[in-house]
């Protein structure tokens, strides 16, 4: 019974959007560097559904309706990833990301071997 649910939720985010399927994985149980990639996405796509990221060259931005759930999961995950021992900068844990201009690029806003932290 267990393994028939399980491969039924499979399917079903199977057939979601690629940014669906990501909001909707089990992101608890995953160790630290698997939830460290999990962050990286999570913070991907919310960059792709701020309007001054993702309008760049006249696009419109993707998903504007998730940027508020997409919000949600990164404070969520970065919780859960410094719970687990990891390091994430500042400028992650704040209400709003970076605008485009002063992006300072994902490897400097989650550890990563060779970059430095931005405060």
């Not at 006249?58 to 504007?64: A, E, F, M, V």
């Not at 508020?68 to 709003?96: D, T, Y």
């Amino acid at each position: 019974m267990l393994q028939s649910k399980e491969k039924l939720r499979r399917r079903r985010e199977a057939r979601l959007p690629r940014p669906l399927s990501i909001l909707a994985k089990r992101w608890r149980e995953l160790d630290k560097t698997e939830l460290r990639s999990y962050l990286l996405s999570v913070l991907h796509y919310e960059t792709a559904c701020t309007p001054s990221f993702g309008a760049k060259r006249g696009r419109q931005p993707k998903c504007p309706a998730l940027r508020v759930h997409w919000r949600i999961r990164r404070l969520e995950v970065i919780e859960q990833f410094e719970a687990l021992g990891g390091r994430v900068s500042n400028r992650a844990k704040a209400h709003c990301l970076p605008k485009a201009k002063v992006w300072p690029g994902m490897v400097h806003l989650v550890e990563s071997r060779g970059f430095e932290l931005l405060p």
